[in-house]
């Protein structure tokens, strides 16, 4: 019995270490607070809440179209925020308002694993559409089209959401594995066991946005847990 005991109250003890070592950060979003890569980046009011708003100015040249913080080191730990996604006026046909949050972003933006979702396949009529609304990529060397192509219906999955909408997500990472929550959800949306850039990579956190898409952050809260 006593061995037992001891047991537990070492795991008590760790657990508790575990939780209060965790760093949590509500970080005001700025323009001042976030280098811009391929995105115009403007502080604005947007649905009742003071937010980042995101926009391409022009034609990206990749995919790395995001704006990330300054002075954030992430490795592990969960990142939560409030998004929106738009299709902009006079996008084209296949716009649906990309939205989403890059972690462990690289200084240069050579690699980043990145969630995002298409707010306007939630309430498709069209089924494979809803299956779409919530993506997984890295980069680089794992896009969409290749990850779809090579593993349908892996790295991606539905959940409920509207476009011009506020979407709360929270993303969870541990070493290699990371989850996907959308609107409170208990259980994740998404879950990618094999980040593709490996599990040592450590970076920046990014507000990402997709072609054709006008995107609103706010409400960013970072945890690390090393």
């Known amino acids: 019995m006593k061995k037992i005991t001891t047991t537990a109250v070492g795991l008590s003890f760790a657990l508790s270490f575990l939780f209060t070592s965790a760093k949590a950060q509500d970080i005001v979003l700025k323009p001042a607070s976030l280098t811009a890569y391929q995105v115009a980046v403007t502080a604005t009011d947007f649905k009742g809440k003071q937010a ?11 995919e790395k179209t995001v704006a990330v913080l300054k002075g954030i080191d992430f490795h592990n730990g969960t990142i939560e925020a409030t998004i929106s996604g738009q299709p902009r006026a006079n996008s084209g046909e296949g716009a649906r308002g990309f939205v989403g949050i890059a972690f462990r972003v690289a200084a240069d933006t050579s690699k980043m694993e990145l969630f995002y979702i298409r707010p306007t396949n939630g309430r498709a009529n069209d089924q494979m559409r809803r299956n779409h609304s919530t993506q997984y990529v890295s980069m680089p060397g ?3 089209e290749k990850l779809r192509k090579e593993t349908p219906e892996k790295y991606e999955a539905y959940a409920d959401m509207l476009p011009a909408e506020w979407t709360k997500v929270k993303i969870e990472v541990k070493d290699e594995t990371a989850k996907f929550y959308v609107n409170g959800a208990s259980q994740p949306t998404l879950i990618v066991n094999d980040l593709k850039q490996g599990k040592d990579l450590r970076g920046s956190v990014g507000l ?8 609103h952050f706010t409400d960013l809260k970072v945890t690390k847990l090393d």
């Open 52 to 62: 980042i708003a995101l926009e391409m100015p022009g034609m990206p040249n990749n």
């Open 208 to 215: 990402w946005i997709g072609p054709g898409t006008l995107g």
């Open 142 to 144: 794992f896009p969409w």
